[in-house]
């Protein structure tokens, strides 16, 4: 893909989205090149964009917008919306989250996922180039929508993914591949899947840009950080997707522990089990200086946009945001 970039993951953590403004416009003078957002129990994915968009000159993404809990209508008008603001500056980074988010808490159907990750792919193209689209799939139908505020710059689709099926479908036939919650060694076991489906499907391999959101504690170490960092890792990595994803990645046996302490409903267990390794593979902390090197290991196994995602498990509200803005300004790509 060419050049690296450095991108921060938004919004941060204590601040408002109008504080976002001075944010933004920070971030991009020290030389971040991107704004990417998620969207799991905080603000919507895509409110965070607008701000930033309308303030900068930054390239804005969502990794990502849920393709059960918003329409295919809905996604792309609201995709649309942000292109309009961002004038060629927005990726649409869709994916299939989890159970919890999908049937918990939206009332949906968690199932087919890599097919109703596909068809929302090839429903999306068309549609935000303007067709009018009519599409039957085994997961939703469309009957003759057309958007009417076509955007007037291409948006580019991301595809988030974990293990193979995913990860073939992103090489096939997005733009980019989302990846998180692994760590530089393991980033070219899922790009070299990726890399070869975008060849087998006639691509080149080298035009699907690979961007992984990175998780840094802020925190000087302490027993606070470490007890956050353990609770951080406990609620992802007991999420069945993302149980599976480690699976496939190799950490059966030393998460084995962490894993039969949750099933057995042994939480407190289930934190303190988790392995140092693996909050050292997983987590960046440590000075700017070693935090600075661990990106760029990402980097060179074939990462090519780095979200920063800022985390601050200790102090008060007032001292989080100060840890956020410091490691932004500490990790900045001109330093």
Not at 36 to 64: C, K, N, Y
Not at 256 to 264: G, H, I, K, T, V
């Amino acid at each position: 893909m060419g050049q690296k970039r450095w991108a921060i993951s938004l919004p941060f953590e204590g601040f408002s989205l109008a504080e976002h403004v001075a944010i933004a416009k920070e971030a991009e003078q020290l030389g971040y090149s991107d704004g990417w957002t998620s969207e799991v129990d905080g603000v919507d994915g895509f409110s965070p964009l607008a701000v930033v968009a309308g303030t900068t000159q930054m390239r804005v993404g969502i990794a990502i917008a849920n393709v059960y809990t918003r329409g295919p209508a809905t996604l792309a008008m609201t995709a649309a919306g942000i292109a309009e603001v961002a004038q060629g500056r927005f990726c649409l980074g869709i994916g299939a989250g989890s159970q919890a988010i999908v049937e918990f808490w939206n009332g949906g159907k968690f199932e087919k996922v890599t097919q109703r990750v596909r068809e929302t792919v090839q429903f999306l193209r068309p549609a935000l180039a303007g067709e009018r689209v009519v599409f039957h799939g085994e997961t939703f139908s469309v009957e003759g929508f057309r958007i009417s505020r076509t955007p007037t710059h291409p948006v580019p689709i991301h595809v988030a993914a974990l293990r193979p099926p995913m990860l073939r479908l992103a090489g096939e036939l997005a733009d980019g591949c989302i990846i998180n919650w692994l760590s530089a060694d393991d980033v070219r076991k899922s790009t070299a899947v990726v890399r070869e489906a975008a060849q087998k499907s006639g691509r080149d391999p080298e035009s699907v840009e690979i961007t992984a959101r990175v998780f840094i504690c802020v925190d000087p170490p302490s027993p606070e950080a470490e007890l956050g960092v353990r609770r951080h890792i406990n609620f992802y990595l007991n999420v069945p997707v993302y149980r599976a994803f480690q699976k496939w990645l190799g950490r059966e046996a030393i998460l084995a522990s962490m894993w039969n302490a949750w099933d057995a409903g042994d939480r407190k267990g289930a934190v303190a089990a988790v392995p140092q390794q693996v909050m050292n593979d997983l987590v960046l902390w440590g000075s700017p200086e070693h935090v600075r090197e661990q990106v760029r290991r990402y980097m060179e196994a074939g990462v090519d946009t780095v979200f920063l995602q800022f985390h601050s498990f200790v102090g008060d509200g007032a001292q989080k945001r100060e840890a956020a803005l410091q490691a932004m300004r500490e990790l900045a790509p001109t330093k």
